[in-house]
């Protein structure tokens, strides 16, 4: 494992589409590409965060992502990605709050994202964000075929 030194979590720039699909090869079986990281910084409905850690001699180096796309006053969130050697370091959920955050000061209260029904490490992620299972879509992943398990954080109840 990598020892991070420093963390910033911020807006996808231009300039990190190269090193986000790196990072896509790295995690996904079926990796988006640098073309569509490219179509979705033009985009206004969507919102993508990198994290970018600092090493020892100062270096700079993108290490995650993750992303929301809001539909319907909703925030869904998907390509959350971490490189393997920087994992376990709380980088994912810097970057989930970071969404979280920057959709709720949209005024959005409602976030929801598919995982793997396998993916325990992912799942810690989402819970300890808020998001609660509600629910399995049967098959929905390929390479390896998986179901998904559908999370969501909803609107809080005002009479709760
Ligand atoms: C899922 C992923 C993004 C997590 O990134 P990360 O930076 O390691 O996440 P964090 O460090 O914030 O949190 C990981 C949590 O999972 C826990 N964890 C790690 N391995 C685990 C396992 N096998 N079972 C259960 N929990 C596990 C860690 O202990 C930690 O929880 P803690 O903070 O309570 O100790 C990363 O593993 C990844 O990129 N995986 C491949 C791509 C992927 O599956 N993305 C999700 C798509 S929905």
Not at 132 to 142: A, D, K, T
Request: glycine share 8%; aromatic share 8%.
């Amino acid at each position: 494992m990598n020892k991070i030194q420093s963390l910033k979590i911020r807006r996808m720039e231009v300039s990190d589409i190269a090193p986000l699909a790196n990072i896509e090869k790295q995690c996904f079986s079926r990796p988006w590409s640098a073309r569509e990281f490219g179509h979705l910084i033009e985009k206004t409905d969507a919102y993508y965060l990198i994290a970018e850690v600092t090493d020892d001699h100062g270096a700079r180096k993108v290490v995650g992502t993750a992303g929301m796309r809001i539909v319907c006053g909703e925030g869904d969130i998907d390509n959350v990605a971490v490189l393997p050697e920087f994992r376990n370091q709380g980088i994912a959920s810097a970057l989930i709050e970071g969404l979280l955050n920057a959709g709720r000061e949209k005024g959005i209260e409602e976030f929801t994202l598919e995982v793997r029904v396998s993916n325990a490490s992912a799942i810690r992620v989402y819970e300890k964000a808020g998001f609660v299972s509600e629910g399995i879509r049967p098959g929905f992943y390929e390479d390896p075929k998986e179901d998904a398990n559908i999370m969501w954080i909803r609107k809080k109840d005002p009479a709760n």
